[in-house]
């Protein structure tokens, strides 16, 4: 089972500060999950210029210039984000009982552990 969906609050606990310009320390929503690549796309983190070709649409409008867009970041540099305390936290697994038509099911759901210093 996956640690992190998309969707899910995530901040960024790795690279160079804010205040050097880096990222660590933001938060944002899961844009895009590439689970063979353990990478994430992350809302607002770690933007790109990216250059895209002059064309034209079938319209006569142009395209193309320079764009900016979220670049993807490894899994192991985000943390998933407690909605109780809003910090990053750890992620547990534990089994709950599902009654769905009369039929109990068992499932592994996420929860988030406790973090920072009230442990």
């Known amino acids: 089972m996956a640690n992190i969906k998309k969707g ?4 960024v606990i790795s690279g160079s500060s804010e205040a050097r ?3 660590r320390g933001k938060q944002g929503r899961v844009i895009e999950v590439q689970v063979e690549k353990d990478r994430v796309i ?3 983190v770690n933007f790109v210029t990216k ?10 409008t142009k395209t193309g210039g320079i764009e900016t867009m979220e670049a993807p970041i490894h899994v192991s540099n985000v943390a998933l984000v407690d909605p ?3 910090k990053p936290t750890r ?3 534990r089994n709950e009982e599902v009654t769905k038509d009369g039929v109990t099911k068992t499932v592994r759901v996420r929860y988030a552990k406790k973090s920072g210093k009230d442990l």
């Open 84 to 86: 109780e305390t809003k």
């Open 91 to 93: 992620v547990g697994h």
């Open 42 to 44: 992350v809302e607002g």
């Open 21 to 23: 310009g880096g990222d």
């Open 8 to 11: 899910d609050l995530v901040q």
């Open 51 to 60: 250059h895209v070709r002059v064309g034209q649409s079938q319209r006569g």
